[in-house]
């Protein structure tokens, strides 16, 4: 079962912070964010595992609530290259390592 | 240099002619994937490889045949094409470690069955 990302898309101002949610059904033992530029492969951005910190990474941070089956991915003082789209992926854990389910992504893109 | 090699990049063919997009990574990774990625439905996982001779499904398996003969290559095979195949494909790789498995990902195969 797909995560569910929150919004669709976004559309921004350099500058400007952005907030991208992702919620599951199911309970989670780890979140996963990649950013995909046009035309391109998805590239990994941070993992966030179940009883771990927040991570960071230059200017984009997330979080992970385990009890709501949730992540947020705070995007702060956005620049042009953040454009892209942005998928959240789930793991269970358990014996199905390899099992990644990704979200239906979120568009991004940032204007000058 | 470390990396996930797709081939072919672009693919057109017709229905019912069998076709195979191949993946090979040169990470020792134990782990690989497949994915195909439509419009709005983000990327949703094909078949996956824990190892050498395992595999299992992931959400949308139906018309996908795959092997893991070495740890290398992790061939996707279209036996029957149909134009609901019609997509996007990526070939993704990782290692295992406490599910913290960065995954890397080929560069792509845009596949047109007409």
């Known amino acids: 079962q797909q995560p569910v990302q929150s919004p669709q898309a976004v559309i921004l101002r350099e500058g400007e912070d952005a907030v991208i949610n992702c919620s ?20 990994f951005l941070m993992i966030l595992l179940k009883g771990g ?51 239906q992504g979120t568009i991004l893109t940032v204007h000058p | 240099e470390a990396q996930v090699t797709q081939n072919p990049r672009y693919l057109i063919t017709v229905t019912g002619k069998k076709l195979t997009v191949t993946c090979s990574q040169n990470m020792n990774h134990e782990y ?22 395992v595999t299992d499904k992931g959400d949308v398996p139906e018309g996908y045949k795959v092997s893991r003969k070495e740890k290398r290559n992790f061939p996707l095979i279209l036996e029957s094409p149909s134009p609901n195949q019609t997509s ?14 960065k995954l890397f990902f080929g560069s792509g195969t845009q596949l047109s069955v007409l």
Request: hydrophobic share 25%; aromatic share 16%.
């Open chain 1, 24 to 43: 599951s059904s199911k309970a989670l033992y780890s979140v996963h964010w990649y950013r995909q530029k046009h035309g391109e492969a998805p590239v």
């Open chain 1, 53 to 103: 910190e927040q991570k960071g990474h230059e200017k984009i941070s997330a979080s992970f609530n385990e009890k709501k089956q949730q992540s947020s991915l705070y995007l702060t003082a956005s620049q042009l290259s953040y454009s892209g789209t942005y998928f959240c992926g789930t793991f269970r854990g358990g014996t199905s390592y390899g099992k990644l389910t990704f979200g």
């Open chain 2, 32 to 53: 690989m994937s497949w994915y195909r990625q439509d419009p709005g439905l983000g990327l949703r996982q094909i078949y996956y490889s824990m190892n050498v001779e």
């Open chain 2, 88 to 101: 996007l494909y990526f070939c993704a790789s990782s290692f295992r470690h406490r599910g913290d498995e």
